[in-house]
């Protein structure tokens, strides 16, 4: 099964290094992008949580039933890893990973996939952010 240590080493591997981690608790990370991104990243045995905070949701009506239908059709249509989801009043990405098996190349697909969607999708949930 994967280590704590397992983990840091692939967090100073992502994008040749260029990605900034740091342990801001025990088996709590957050890591930086060079684009931007603040990844949260909690080894959790027997899961590692991926996690980022995009944005707080809109006030209730019509404009955040909109925004929750794009979200879901982003889930099914965009989303390889992960899901868009609610937390408190916050939307957040999020991807679960087993230990068990887990290699770096697929911590790395998995991280990947998160910061892109973030990425491509924040102009599409642009309109839905509080002002």
Same mark, same amino acid.
């Given at each position: 099964?994967?280590?704590?240590?397992?983990?840091?080493s692939w967090l100073?591997?992502?994008?040749?290094?260029?990605?900034?981690?740091?342990?801001?608790?025990?088996?709590l990370w957050i890591?930086?992008?060079?684009?931007?991104? #603040?990844?949260?990243?909690?080894?959790?045995?027997?899961? =590692?949580? %991926?996690? @980022? !905070?995009?944005?707080?949701?809109p006030a209730a *009506? #019509?404009?955040?039933?909109?925004?929750?239908?794009?979200? =879901?059709? %982003?889930? @099914? !249509?965009?989303?390889?890893?992960?899901?868009? *989801?609610?937390?408190?009043?916050?939307?957040?990405?999020?991807?679960?990973?087993?230990?068990?098996?887990?290699?770096?190349?697929?911590?790395?697909?998995?991280?990947?996939?998160?910061?892109?969607?973030?990425?491509?999708?924040?102009?599409?949930?642009?309109?839905?952010?509080?002002?």
């Amino acid at each position: 099964m994967v280590t704590r240590e397992d983990v840091q080493s692939w967090l100073d591997r992502l994008d040749g290094g260029s990605v900034t981690a740091r342990e801001v608790e025990p088996n709590l990370w957050i890591a930086n992008t060079p684009d931007g991104a #603040e990844v949260v990243v909690h080894y959790a045995p027997p899961v =590692l949580l %991926l996690r @980022v !905070r995009v944005m707080e949701q809109p006030a209730a *009506g #019509e404009r955040r039933g909109e925004l929750f239908r794009q979200l =879901l059709e %982003l889930n @099914v !249509r965009d989303l390889v890893h992960g899901s868009y *989801g609610l937390e408190g009043d916050h939307i957040v990405l999020t991807d679960t990973l087993e230990l068990e098996n887990l290699d770096f190349n697929e911590f790395e697909a998995s991280f990947d996939s998160v910061t892109l969607a973030l990425a491509s999708h924040m102009s599409a949930l642009a309109p839905y952010r509080q002002r």
